[in-house]
């Protein structure tokens, strides 16, 4: 199910005007209004695919990734005609490699984060090249030449899905925020315990409530060299930067 804040008082706007309250509003306005979304979900979930279908698909507008998790958060059949609707996900996605990224966004939509990250991890590594994906992991000097169409899908889906939370554009955004020193940025990731490295898959925290910027996961046990590789690749600099 959707964790998010808990209800505390039942609004009394009607579910036409909650929905355009929350997707014209700022962030700060959206997170507020999360609670009251969840529960009048009953009465949304029958307006929310043609509400999504008036909204821009080509941008990282997590107000419609949340929708469409509680649209989804049911099986019956809102849940399969939306499905059938976007066999491939509402958002779209451009591959330079020709790489199909439907499979993440099915598991971001399902909040399956760690299968997410698993799949994040693979499309990297296809993304560096044959000799990648028979090594089993990315070298640094091999995020220059990742397509910035890829680069840019990825991190649209991860934002889209998670409420703004996480992506490579917010882990950039905080890493920014910590004058680039990682150190200081770990603790907010929760990567780290005690000074060693949190060990995978167990430690880590697969849910909407993970820290900030918590995923993807960038294998750092070979040095920050591959993280920083692609926070500078110029897709991501775009979106860091925006």
Not at 2 to 25: C, D, H, I, K, N
Not at 147 to 156: F, G, N
Not at 159 to 177: A, I, K, T
């Amino acid at each position: 199910m959707l964790s998010g804040p808990p209800v505390t008082a039942t609004t009394s706007a009607s579910p036409e005007s909650l929905l355009e309250r929350f997707q014209s509003g700022n962030p700060r306005q959206r997170r507020a209004l999360l609670a009251a979304l969840q529960e009048q979900r009953q009465l949304l979930r029958p307006l929310i695919a043609d509400h999504l279908s008036a909204l821009d698909a080509t941008g990282d507008d997590w107000a419609a990734g949340f929708l469409i998790q509680l649209l989804l958060d049911e099986s019956d059949g809102l849940r399969d005609a939306f499905l059938a609707r976007y066999p491939l996900g509402w958002l779209a996605t451009v591959s330079a490699r020709g790489l199909d990224y439907a499979p993440l966004q099915q598991a971001l939509m399902a909040q399956q984060f760690e299968e997410a990250d698993r799949i994040t991890s693979a499309l990297l590594r296809e993304l560096a090249g044959p000799t990648a994906v028979r090594r089993g992991y990315v070298y640094y000097s091999e995020v220059p030449p990742m397509p910035s169409a890829d680069l840019d899908s990825l991190d649209r889906l991860w934002v889209c899905f998670s409420c703004g939370r996480f992506g490579f554009s917010v882990q950039g955004r905080l890493l920014r925020s910590c004058n680039d020193r990682w150190e200081l940025l770990w603790p907010k990731l929760a990567w780290k315990d005690g000074g060693r490295w949190t060990r995978y898959p167990g430690s880590f925290q697969w849910s909407i409530d993970a820290p900030e910027g918590h995923m993807p996961l960038v294998n750092q046990l070979r040095g920050v060299r591959l993280m920083d590789a692609l926070l500078s690749h110029p897709a991501l600099q775009q979106r860091i930067n925006a």
